[in-house]
């Protein structure tokens, strides 16, 4: 039987891992999705599964990019009820010679390109018929304790947090509510890089399940799961321990190469 689209909702990241497991789930809803990334043949891919995905391609650091995906947004719906943004990437920095222009990557991605996605919602969100729109930020954990070679990574999710959360205040007057997403470890093409133990990893769709449905009462953030809250939470009472405790991860990883470089 036909599903009557209920919001229309545009998803970054949608090619793959968490934003391919997010589309999907809200399109299951009844939801009119934009899934959005680089990869144009992993969008039509994801697109022929449900007739509520509709694929436009765009990379979210380039200008032009995204003034011809704001374009074609424009004909695909007159109006956005809801963004999640959610496209990003890690680079680790390997010490003692680390490649510092990796930071400035990451930022470029996390941070920017999530910025300059919220300046082109905007004028769609203040449209939402529902007249209370909602744009959703994928930032992470991993802002709750310092991790080892995650300066470029860790910094950039901070920023985001600190860019959503003045947002929010900023929005509140139109009645745009702005929620902030911080996954612990999912299992995705990004963390398969990984070579460290990552606790309490989860699985894709299931983590992609519980943001469909805790972003619903659209809270200020939602940190999940609550035992790796917990757990890094140590790293705020007894921060010299935590230093001690992660500090071998940084032995082993030299061995590894810069895993995120490329996505
Ligand atoms: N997996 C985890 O454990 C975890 C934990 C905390 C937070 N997160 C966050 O969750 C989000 C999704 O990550 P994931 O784990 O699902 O990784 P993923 O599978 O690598 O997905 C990243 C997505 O971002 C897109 N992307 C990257 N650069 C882009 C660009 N310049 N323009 C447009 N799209 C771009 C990629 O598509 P293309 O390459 O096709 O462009 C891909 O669809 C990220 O923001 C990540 O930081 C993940």
Redesign the pocket.
């Known amino acids: 039987m036909a599903r009557k689209p209920n919001k229309v909702i545009w998803i970054?990241?949608?090619?793959?891992?968490?934003?391919?497991s997010l589309a999907i789930a809200q399109a299951a809803r009844g939801n009119r999705v934009i899934a959005?990334?680089?990869?144009e043949d992993?969008l039509e891919e994801l697109a022929a599964l449900d007739a509520n995905i509709t694929a436009l391609p765009?990379?979210?650091?380039d200008a032009a990019s995204l003034e011809t995906a704001g374009a074609r947004m424009a004909e695909i719906s007159s109006h956005l009820d809801q963004v999640i943004l959610?496209?990003?990437?890690?680079e680790y920095l390997d010490f003692p010679d680390p490649d510092w222009a990796a930071i400035r990557r990451v930022m470029e991605?996390?941070f920017f390109?999530s910025v300059n996605c919220v300046r082109l919602a905007l004028p769609m969100l203040r449209k939402s018929p529902g007249g209370q729109p909602h744009i959703v930020g994928?930032?992470?954990?991993?802002t709750a304790a310092p991790f080892p070679r995650s300066e470029a990574?860790g910094a950039s999710?901070a920023a985001l947090q600190y860019f959503f959360d003045s947002l929010r205040i900023d929005l509140a007057s139109e009645k745009i509510d702005v929620t902030v997403v911080?996954?612990?470890?999912?299992?995705?093409?990004?963390?398969r890089n990984n070579n460290f133990p990552m606790p309490f990893l989860m699985d894709?769709d299931r983590a992609a399940s519980r943001i469909v449905k805790n972003i619903e009462a659209r809270p200020r953030s939602y940190s999940f799961p609550l035992r790796l809250s917990a757990l890094l939470f140590i790293s705020k009472l007894m921060p010299a321990f935590w230093q001690k405790m992660v500090a071998p991860r940084t032995e082993r990883a030299k061995t590894q190469s810069n895993p995120g470089v490329g996505?």
């Open positions: 970054t990241g949608a090619s793959s891992g968490l934003g391919r959005s990334a680089r990869s992993a765009c990379d979210i650091t959610n496209a990003g990437n890690c991605i996390n390109g994928v930032a992470s954990q991993v990574y999710k911080n996954p612990g470890f999912v299992d995705t093409p990004l963390t894709v996505k």
